[in-house]
């Protein structure tokens, strides 16, 4: 990206948190929904990767169906971001009506016992909007990891954006994020981690819907390392405005292998039940980026 696209990619992002959150949520809604549908018509490179991930995950779908799928995923996305520009002025009470989450138990009993906990999901739905219900509505703080963004600028507003709404938010690139997250999880945090697209080209294997692709092994690292719970998540909307939630069983460390070949198998876990959500709602997976090993290009990597 050049400069000037760098600077307009920032001015835009800005525009957006600071004129959607003004919005009447139904203004809001609907420019998000048109905004959606203007992009999944134009069938640019993001919705085709899309349509191309998706016809893995339903992979008997008619070329009709995967559009559907496209388009109600591209709304899906954009819901994301018009609720993500208008979050800072939620209030809790807002936060709190917002989310549902089925088989909480294991998150609140874990935390409860003093045993730190990984929180691991995948780009399903809102994440964002979970992590402020986690915050606000159950009231713990957390820590999670950022990926660096160009422009450095645009990066800065994400890392503001999440610590205004009571995340504390690490680069993912600089090597210190892992030593962290390991001290807040040894003095019983919570860690959470968006986990389905390996970023460092060097993840863990796994089998995804059937095919080869990398996840990063970190949050089964940091379980092994700190003792800590690891604990897979996934997301939904659905026909209401209340973003639905579950949280998986945990995921164990195998008692025998090296702490790589345990980090593979426990990765795995976490692949399986990611795909378990994402098959019951396909069109809530935000994965506009090249994921399967097939699909990768060995010069660029993931950012392909």
């Given amino acids: ?21 003004k919005l009447p949520e139904p203004v809001a809604a609907g420019l998000g929904r048109r905004i959606a549908d203007t992009a999944w018509k134009r069938r640019g490179k993001g919705v085709l990767r899309l349509e191309a991930n998706l016809a893995r995950v339903v992979p008997d779908a008619s070329p009709a169906r995967l559009a559907e799928l496209s388009r109600a995923g591209m709304r899906s996305y954009m819901r994301y971001w018009m609720e993500s520009f208008r979050l800072p002025a939620w209030s809790g009470s807002r936060v709190a009506e917002a989310v549902d989450v089925k088989d909480l138990h294991y998150l609140t009993d874990g935390l409860a016992a003093g045993r730190g906990v990984v929180l691991a999901l995948p780009h399903l739905a809102n994440w964002d909007l979970a992590g402020v219900w986690v915050t606000r509505a159950l009231g713990v703080p957390f820590t999670t990891v950022a990926e660096r963004l160009r422009p450095e600028t645009l990066y800065d507003r994400f890392v503001a954006y999440r610590e205004s709404l009571g995340m504390e938010v690490l680069p993912h690139t600089g090597g210190a994020a892992f030593g962290i997250l390991a001290r807040r999880l040894r003095a019983g ?14 993840g863990a294997e796994v089998t995804f819907f059937g095919e080869r692709a990398r996840m990063p092994a970190g949050p089964a690292m940091l379980a092994q390392h700190t003792g800590a719970l690891l ?39 976490l692949a399986d039940a990611f795909a378990s959500g994402i098959a019951d709602h396909p069109e809530d997976w935000h994965m506009l980026q090249r994921l399967w090993i097939a699909d990768l290009d060995p010069a660029k990597g993931p950012e392909a």
């Fill in 1 to 21: 990206m050049t400069a000037v696209g760098e600077r307009l990619t920032d001015a835009l992002y800005g525009l957006g948190w600071s004129a959607v959150k």
């Fill in 189 to 202: 945090g919570l860690v959470c981690l968006v986990a389905d697209r390996d970023l460092s080209s060097s």
């Fill in 231 to 269: 604990l897979p998540a996934t997301l939904w909307y659905d026909d209401t405005p209340v973003m639905k939630g579950r949280v998986h069983p945990p995921v164990d460390v195998p008692p025998t292998g090296t702490r790589a070949e345990k980090a593979a198998v426990m990765t795995q876990a």
